[in-house]
């Protein structure tokens, strides 16, 4: 089994609609990332959280919120879908270790498409 | 703010022909440098990364990449290209401490030709 999983996989949508994507991990990392991915842009940063109880805005928060459910869970939701929020999102997951420089391990990702 | 610059959006090479993809980096502080890779429909997988360790660096299926601070650059290379090889490259930085936020670079995407 994927140690990152992401649902949906693909996901179509209208404007104004409510999104939720849902992140699971089973590394036991306490940090976890959410990334758009944008042809010619790379990945970019949405929001992270270091733990259950910290939540922290990333490069492009603006028009998503996210929610820590649980050490494994981490959820991204768009409140009124818009079409500039097509994309690729990815989760991704880290541990924290004492020298720093860790690996971030990354979901399948999941292809949003507003219409 | 740290920053990459990767020169080079696409990159061709002839099968058995050197792979060079080149990252520039910008950080006020020492980095953590790092070579990701993403074949298609998949999700992201670590190549190498530096740590202030030794300054070449070596990862999986061949791969290396030289820390130069002097140039600010940490390119990749792979002395053999192969067909499995195509997919697209991406470096990032994060900052040196423990805040494991990574900035990417837009990324290389590398077609092997025949």
């Known amino acids: 089994d994927a140690d990152v999983t992401q649902t949906p996989r693909n996901r179509i949508t209208k404007t104004g609609k409510r999104i939720m994507l849902e992140c699971s991990q089973t590394k036991g990392h306490d940090r976890m990332y959410w990334y758009r991915q944008d042809p010619g842009l790379g990945l970019r940063l949405i929001y992270y959280?270091?733990?259950?109880?910290?939540?922290n805005k990333g490069e492009i928060s603006d028009g998503y919120s996210v929610s820590r459910q649980a050490q494994a869970k981490f959820s991204l939701s768009l409140e009124s879908a818009i079409p500039n929020q097509t994309a690729l999102y990815f989760c991704?997951?880290?541990?924290?270790?004492?020298?720093?420089?860790?690996?971030?391990?990354f979901g399948p990702g999941t292809r949003l498409t507003v219409l | 703010a740290q920053s990459v610059t990767q020169l080079g959006s696409h990159v061709s090479v002839s099968e058995g022909a050197l792979v060079l993809l080149r990252c520039n980096y910008s950080s006020s502080v020492p980095p953590y440098l790092f070579w990701y890779v993403q074949y298609p429909n998949q999700g992201l997988q670590l190549l190498l990364k530096?740590?202030?360790?030794?300054?070449l660096v070596k990862g999986i299926n061949g791969f290396e990449a030289e820390f130069k601070k002097s140039e600010t650059s940490f390119h990749l290379t792979k002395p053999s290209a192969h067909m499995s090889d195509a997919a697209e490259y991406f470096c990032?930085?994060?900052?040196?401490?423990?805040?494991?936020?990574?900035?990417f670079g837009t990324g290389t995407r590398l077609t092997i030709i025949p």
């Open positions: 990032a930085v994060s900052d040196y401490g423990g805040n494991e936020k990574l900035t």
């Open positions: 530096y740590t202030s360790a030794a300054t």
């Open positions: 991704a997951t880290s541990d924290v270790g004492l020298a720093g420089g860790d690996e971030q391990f």
């Open positions: 959280s270091f733990d259950v109880k910290d939540i």
